[in-house]
């Protein structure tokens, strides 16, 4: 099943913040998040497993509620960069290495 | 530049034509992976590798072939692909199979169908 990612697209102008959400139906093992620039590659951002820790650096980190199978991903004075589509993907348990995505938030940075 | 790399980058083929896909990454790691991504679209998983075995295939068409000759290679062969094959195909690799590890993605062969 599908997780469902919210919102489907945000613009920001550079310096806001920006929370995107990802929830599941299924009890999750672990979510990972990652930023498609076009037409490149998916790029690994962050995991979260269950019974971990938040994670994050400076001005990126995300959360994982466990009782709500979701996650958020903190998005904290934007800058151009951040621009891209941000895919969260979950792991069930008992099904080593797949991951199913969700349908992706579309984040724009303008100046 | 990624880690992962896959060849050719833009691959245009017809219906009966046989051609394939090349994934090499040298971070030793044992887990090895194919996607599928349609445009505005996220990625879908084709198969998993472990230990060049593989794990997983998500029913993909037998026009689909992975093969997997070596811990550092994968590949995907195509044979009498339809038009809705066209895509964007990812090749992603990770330490081991495993829900608490990362997929590190190459950058993709964009495929067209004729």
């Known amino acids: 099943q599908q997780p469902v990612q919210s919102p489907q697209a945000v613009i920001l102008r550079e310096g806001e913040d920006a929370v995107i959400n990802c929830s599941s139906s299924?009890?999750?093992?672990?979510v990972h998040w990652y930023r498609q620039k076009h037409g490149e590659a998916p790029v690994f951002l962050m995991i979260?497993?269950?019974?971990?820790e938040q994670k994050g650096h400076e001005k990126i980190s995300a959360s994982f509620n466990e009782k709500k199978q979701q996650s958020s991903l903190y998005l904290t004075a934007s800058q151009l960069s951040y621009s891209g589509t941000y895919f969260c993907g979950t792991g069930t348990y008992n099904q080593g290495g797949k991951l199913i995505f969700g349908q992706g938030t579309e984040l724009s940075v303008k100046p | 530049d990624t880690e992962v790399t896959q060849t050719p980058k833009h691959l245009v083929m017809g219906m009966t034509n046989k051609k394939s896909l090349k994934c090499e990454q040298h971070m030793g790691h044992r887990a090895m992976y194919w996607y599928k991504q349609k445009a505005k679209k996220p990625p879908e998983l084709m198969f998993v590798?472990?230990?060049?075995?593989?794990?997983i295939n998500e029913s993909v068409p037998s026009r689909f072939s992975p093969e997997c000759p070596n811990s550092s290679l994968l590949n995907l062969h195509l044979h009498a692909l339809q038009p809705e094959d066209s895509a964007l195909y990812l090749c992603a690799s990770s330490v081991y199979r495993g829900q608490d590890q990362p997929q590190h993605f190459g950058d993709g062969t964009r495929l067209s169908i004729l």
């Open positions: 590798y472990s230990y060049e075995k593989l794990s």
């Open positions: 299924k009890a999750l093992y672990s």
């Open positions: 979260l497993l269950k019974g971990g």
